[in-house]
């Protein structure tokens, strides 16, 4: 039995049949290891992570799953700045990337596929006023959003 339900599962398949413009890649950061290493925190998320990314990479041959441990390749993981596990990184028609650190499920999973469908586009849904000013930022910006379930 998968996450989705057979109607999510349908829903999903059509939204982004129509919806998404362009292929995304989703790069899953987790923790493979069957070894436990002193000093080393387990990953009881990342199975559940890596199920639910297969299956909604499974319903569009737009959104390509890669899945890359930690442990065995720390470069990629400095480059995409991963610094717990799972990690999500969404990248598609621009240079932007979007980062979750998390299981996406309840509703972070509809946070999920709605970053799936704006990284597609290479856009999100801002107001011009809005675009405005993020365009006249000149540092970088990291936005965390912390997630507590309930």
Do not use: W
């Amino acid at each position: 039995m998968g996450f989705l339900s057979d109607r999510d599962t349908e829903y999903l398949k059509n939204l982004f049949a129509e919806r998404l413009a362009h292929p995304v890649t989703v790069r899953l950061f987790t923790r493979e290891s069957k070894l436990v290493l002193p000093g080393v925190r387990q990953c009881p998320t990342c199975r559940d992570a890596r199920l639910i990314l297969e299956e909604l990479a499974g319903l569009s041959d737009q959104i390509q799953l890669e899945v890359h441990d930690v442990l065995a390749e720390a470069d990629l993981a400095r480059q995409y700045d991963i610094f717990d596990v799972p990690a999500i990184v969404l990248e598609g028609k621009n240079a932007g990337r979007v980062r979750f650190f998390g299981l996406p499920a309840g509703y972070e999973f509809a946070t999920l596929v709605e970053d799936l469908l704006d990284v597609s586009r290479g856009e999100g849904d801002l107001s011009a006023e809005t675009r405005r000013q993020l365009r006249a930022i000149r540092a970088p910006v990291v936005i965390r959003v912390l997630v507590t379930p309930t």
